[in-house]
């Protein structure tokens, strides 16, 4: 299936959306404005091409050639909040704003509160979260009231000291006032924002919590998680998405730890989603208009995407987007209305290079893009995701007509009975595969029965490659006078260990000569070779006139590694192709084969899969 890597830089904005204006926005540019920033360096996005999206023309660092993927996408939503930005890259579109309360909550509603939690409330209008503090923290400490407070996005906060509300009480009542705003009192967030410290010296500690609502419908990660896949939750995505469609998740306690906690799941062997979100950008220097602060936080993600892309699978994607802008320079300390980027990369067999997706509208292409890349069905439009997929303009995509026509259909047990391959046969025809690959004693019937409907393949010196040269010869020429079109023969091992490559290249000469023009290839055991007995035989079999060079029978200690591939498929000398067997368990198996450079796959389980 694979796996998306995707980060979201919490209101690293590209410049103001067509209707910036009537958020107040007009003139923001997150970005822009952190360029200006002392020691601002982000020269691994740039490199990926982050300066080459729309609207970045009048930048000098603009530069000529980019080695990513990069698009830039104006949000759908009414709004520029955190939740409904992350719900949109989700593929959850907020056709109404959430309700904001710029002049404070009212009555009914703080008389609620004050009853739910039992404590009093003050302060109870729009407020700097820092600032809120230094001016309440003194009577709050004082008189145990709650600190209630609001801002231009849709939110609820409620401060309080460790030491006046302990840590799970503050917890409890945020989970009551959760409760309590619904409807029109529906804020997207009730946050609790716990501090320390001692008058005037206050400071906001790490356990900050979200409570949101849920999303209205199914998103990306129920989708993901649905289908049997994993959605790992780093950082406040779990809070954002009420914990719907999310299988495993991890706090963190700034960027850094967002990156080192996602690097850590990295290192899990799943298939399926890894969701981050960094939230300094936004709630450390963008909400303090700290340009300076802004910068160096960018300069400091950037120098750890090297550690991201050095550990990504091979059929691993990264992705790294925002969520809305907060414009450090201008004079609001809100969110502002603008486009986020869309930055991606992977292994250059996967991901195509230098590709700019130009402008979108909708967040939504985000989700619709990775259910694709991850083969996850799902609903489209305004009852499902509400986005359009760029799958192929991003990655190097099969359709599987494609796989099937690199596919050696195989069936290989020494108990396989005609009526068996007869079915092997049948499937091959119907689904259009490069060959069958059957034992010797079956090509006979086999051919009679297809009748040219599809191509032969046979196994020589199957499965140990011990028969001698004379035998091989002669078993070749008995295949291929009954009809067999192409030749898979196993060299012998124990002559490559001992060095003797005259005798491999007169084997495999001789066989080639028995072939008479027919496609020749010859399997070499990758899993009992080093790396340098892979490209020695990466060159004797070019020299000796074959076709392909194959990884395994299947019947050895294992079958293909893309690793083994990658490395037949760099040294293969010109002219000399690469065939991938034994292991090849599944259609996302055999993309990822094909997407480094394989030619061929012999696997009995492929089609089984598209049958299903």
Same mark, same amino acid.
């Given at each position: 299936?694979?796996?998306?890597?995707?980060?979201?830089?919490?209101?690293?904005?590209?410049?103001?959306?067509?209707?910036?204006?009537?958020?107040?926005?007009?003139?923001?540019?997150?970005?822009?404005?952190?360029?200006?920033?002392?020691?601002?360096?982000?020269?691994?996005?740039?490199?990926?091409?982050?300066?080459?999206?729309?609207?970045?023309?009048?930048?000098?660092?603009?530069?000529?050639?980019?080695?990513?993927?990069?698009?830039?996408?104006?949000?759908?939503?009414?709004?520029?909040?955190?939740?409904?930005?992350?719900?949109?890259?989700?593929?959850?579109?907020?056709?109404?704003?959430?309700?904001?309360?710029?002049?404070?909550?009212?009555?009914?509603?703080?008389?609620?509160?004050?009853?739910?939690?039992?404590?009093?409330?003050?302060?109870?209008?729009?407020?700097?979260?820092?600032?809120?503090?230094?001016?309440?923290?003194?009577?709050?400490?004082?008189?145990?009231?709650?600190?209630?407070?609001?801002?231009?996005?849709?939110?609820?906060?409620?401060?309080?000291?460790?030491?006046?509300?302990?840590?799970?009480?503050?917890?409890?009542?945020?989970?009551?006032?959760?409760?309590?705003?619904?409807?029109?009192?529906? #804020? $997207?967030? *009730?946050?609790?924002?716990?501090?320390?410290?001692?008058?005037? @010296?206050?400071? =906001? !500690?790490?356990?900050?919590? +979200?409570?949101?609502?849920?999303?209205?419908?199914?998103?990306?990660?129920?989708?993901?998680?649905?289908?049997?896949?994993?959605?790992?939750? #780093? $950082?406040? *995505?779990?809070?954002?998405?009420?914990?719907?469609?999310?299988? @495993?998740?991890? =706090? !963190?306690?700034?960027?850094? +730890?967002?990156?080192?906690?996602?690097?850590?799941?990295?290192?899990?062997?799943?298939?399926?989603?890894?969701?981050?979100?960094?939230?300094?950008?936004?709630?450390?220097?963008?909400?303090?208009?700290?340009?300076?602060?802004?910068?160096?936080?960018? !300069?400091?993600?950037?120098?750890?995407?090297?550690?991201?892309?050095?550990?990504?699978?091979?059929?691993?994607?990264?992705?790294?987007?925002?969520?809305?802008?907060?414009?450090?320079?201008?004079?609001?300390?809100?969110?502002?209305?603008?486009?986020?980027?869309?930055?991606?990369?992977?292994?250059?067999?996967?991901?195509?290079?230098?590709?700019?997706?130009?402008?979108?509208?909708?967040?939504?292409?985000?989700?619709?893009?990775?259910?694709?890349?991850?083969?996850?069905?799902?609903?489209?439009?305004?009852?499902?995701?509400?986005?359009?997929?760029?799958?192929?303009?991003?990655?190097?995509?099969?359709?599987?007509?494609?796989?099937?026509?690199?596919?050696?259909?195989?069936?290989?047990?020494?108990?396989?009975?005609?009526?068996?391959?007869?079915?092997?046969?049948?499937?091959?025809?119907?689904?259009?595969?490069?060959?069958?690959?059957?034992?010797?004693?079956?090509?006979?019937?086999?051919?009679?029965?297809?009748?040219?409907?599809?191509?032969?393949?046979?196994?020589?010196?199957?499965?140990?490659?011990?028969?001698?040269?004379?035998?091989?010869?002669?078993?070749?020429?008995?295949?291929?006078?009954?009809?067999?079109?192409?030749?898979?023969?196993?060299?012998?091992?124990?002559?490559?260990?001992?060095?003797?490559?005259?005798?491999?290249?007169?084997?495999?000469?001789?066989?080639?000569?028995?072939?008479?023009?027919?496609?020749?290839?010859?399997?070499?055991?990758?899993?009992?070779?080093?790396?340098?007995?892979?490209?020695?035989?990466?060159?004797?079999?070019?020299?000796?006139?074959?076709?392909?060079?194959?990884?395994?029978?299947?019947?050895?200690?294992?079958?293909?590694?893309?690793?083994?591939?990658?490395?037949?498929?760099?040294?293969?000398?010109?002219?000399?192709?690469?065939?991938?067997?034994?292991?090849?368990?599944?259609?996302?198996?055999?993309?990822?084969?094909?997407?480094?450079?394989?030619?061929?796959?012999?696997?009995?389980?492929?089609?089984?899969?598209?049958?299903?």
């Amino acid at each position: 299936m694979g796996r998306v890597i995707l980060i979201v830089m919490d209101s690293v904005g590209i410049g103001q959306m067509p209707d910036a204006a009537q958020y107040n926005d007009e003139g923001s540019n997150t970005l822009r404005a952190a360029s200006k920033g002392e020691n601002f360096n982000i020269s691994n996005m740039k490199r990926l091409g982050i300066f080459n999206a729309d609207g970045m023309e009048d930048w000098t660092v603009k530069p000529d050639s980019f080695e990513g993927v990069i698009g830039r996408l104006a949000e759908k939503s009414k709004g520029k909040d955190t939740t409904t930005g992350h719900w949109e890259i989700a593929g959850v579109v907020s056709k109404e704003p959430m309700p904001t309360f710029p002049d404070g909550f009212d009555d009914e509603l703080i008389k609620q509160l004050k009853e739910a939690s039992g404590r009093d409330i003050i302060c109870n209008k729009p407020y700097s979260g820092t600032q809120v503090i230094k001016d309440y923290g003194k009577e709050h400490e004082q008189t145990g009231a709650l600190i209630v407070y609001t801002s231009a996005d849709s939110v609820l906060q409620i401060a309080a000291h460790n030491d006046v509300v302990p840590l799970e009480e503050l917890y409890d009542i945020c989970e009551k006032a959760r409760k309590i705003c619904t409807g029109k009192w529906g #804020v $997207g967030r *009730i946050i609790a924002r716990p501090f320390t410290g001692k008058y005037p @010296d206050y400071t =906001r !500690t790490a356990d900050r919590h +979200d409570y949101s609502l849920k999303p209205p419908k199914k998103t990306m990660l129920d989708y993901i998680s649905d289908a049997g896949l994993k959605v790992k939750a #780093v $950082g406040k *995505i779990n809070d954002i998405f009420a914990g719907a469609g999310i299988t @495993d998740k991890v =706090r !963190t306690t700034g960027n850094m +730890d967002g990156v080192d906690k996602t690097l850590e799941y990295m290192k899990e062997d799943f298939d399926g989603l890894i969701f981050t979100n960094l939230v300094d950008f936004d709630m450390l220097y963008g909400h303090r208009n700290d340009v300076n602060g802004y910068a160096n936080a960018l !300069t400091e993600f950037d120098k750890r995407i090297p550690e991201l892309i050095d550990a990504l699978r091979d059929d691993d994607i990264l992705m790294i987007t925002a969520d809305h802008g907060c414009d450090p320079s201008t004079p609001s300390t809100d969110h502002s209305r603008e486009y986020i980027p869309w930055l991606i990369t992977g292994k250059k067999e996967v991901v195509k290079g230098g590709v700019n997706l130009g402008t979108d509208i909708g967040f939504g292409n985000i989700a619709a893009t990775i259910l694709d890349y991850l083969e996850v069905d799902y609903e489209k439009g305004e009852d499902g995701i509400e986005g359009t997929s760029r799958i192929d303009d991003i990655v190097n995509m099969f359709t599987m007509q494609e796989v099937c026509s690199h596919v050696d259909h195989t069936i290989l047990a020494v108990n396989a009975t005609w009526e068996q391959v007869k079915q092997v046969c049948d499937d091959a025809i119907k689904y259009g595969t490069a060959s069958i690959c059957i034992s010797p004693c079956r090509v006979k019937e086999a051919k009679e029965y297809t009748q040219g409907k599809i191509k032969i393949c046979t196994v020589i010196g199957f499965p140990s490659g011990c028969e001698t040269t004379a035998v091989k010869a002669f078993e070749t020429a008995d295949a291929v006078n009954n009809g067999a079109d192409e030749i898979d023969m196993v060299i012998n091992i124990g002559y490559l260990k001992e060095k003797r490559y005259d005798l491999v290249l007169e084997e495999i000469r001789q066989v080639r000569e028995a072939c008479k023009g027919r496609i020749l290839k010859v399997i070499i055991e990758t899993c009992l070779l080093t790396g340098d007995e892979i490209v020695k035989m990466c060159n004797i079999v070019a020299q000796a006139g074959a076709d392909y060079i194959k990884t395994s029978t299947g019947f050895s200690t294992h079958g293909a590694t893309l690793e083994d591939v990658r490395l037949m498929v760099e040294n293969a000398p010109k002219g000399l192709l690469v065939k991938a067997a034994g292991g090849i368990g599944s259609i996302a198996d055999a993309k990822a084969f094909l997407r480094i450079g394989a030619d061929r796959l012999g696997t009995s389980r492929v089609i089984a899969a598209i049958k299903k």
